[in-house]
Structures are given as C-alpha cells and as structure tokens.
Nanobody, 120 residues
C-alpha cells in the first residue's frame, strides 16, 4: 500500500505565501512523477504543476512565476511553494504521485486534499 499525506494549507491574505507538502509512505521503490492539482468550488480539478523523476517541471499558465514545485526523493516528498497568492487560487489542493512499488507495480495515488483560502 502507498499513501499520501498533505499538509500546509490554510488561510492567507492576497499577496501572501504558503507552502504545501505531500509525503508518500509505503512500499515505494521509486516515484516517477509528482504533481499538484487543485479544485475550486464548482470547477473541475486542474493540474497546477508537476515534476518528473529527472527534475523537469511543468506549470499551468496562471501560476507560472508565482508557484514553485520541488521534491526531496530521499523523503518521498513533494512541495509547492506559492507566492503572490490571489483569491482565484482558492481551492482544495491535491497531490498526486505515480509510484513504482517494491513489487514492481505502478500505482497512481492521490492525497486527501488540503484547503487553501486566499482572501481579498
């Protein structure tokens, strides 16, 4: 079994910063891809940013230059540093990982979600 646990959400005023963390635990051999998604009320879940095993990153246009995704492979952890937050960034943020287990199975797992609220 592989589980993801997120932390770091909260309430912040516009222009402020937050850092989200997501730790994977369980039977993990390696993690091929780590990503952050978000879902705002009455909207579909969207990709915010992802990072692959080699370190290449990808961001959705609305967060470029404001958000930074990074990872610590030794800790099976992915981070999302968020700066210059806007009310439109208000959403539940989910981490997602594609994991290779010790049994050589690929699994995709989601975190439980962490709420980020940005006030104007």
């Amino acid at each position: 079994q592989v589980q993801l646990v997120e932390s770091g959400g909260g309430f912040v005023q516009a222009g402020g910063s937050l850092t989200l963390s997501c730790v994977a635990s369980g039977s993990i051999r390696s993690i091929n891809r780590m990503g952050w998604y978000r879902q705002a009320p009455e909207k579909q879940r969207e990709l915010v940013a992802d990072i692959i095993s080699g370190g290449s990153t990808n961001y959705t246009g609305s967060v470029k230059a404001r958000f930074t995704i990074s990872k610590d492979d030794a800790k099976n952890t992915v981070y999302l540093q968020m700066h210059s937050l806007k009310p439109d960034d208000t959403a539940v943020y989910f981490c997602n990982m594609k994991v290779l287990t010790r049994a050589y199975r690929y699994l995709e797992r989601w975190g439980q979600g962490t709420l980020v609220t940005v006030s104007s």
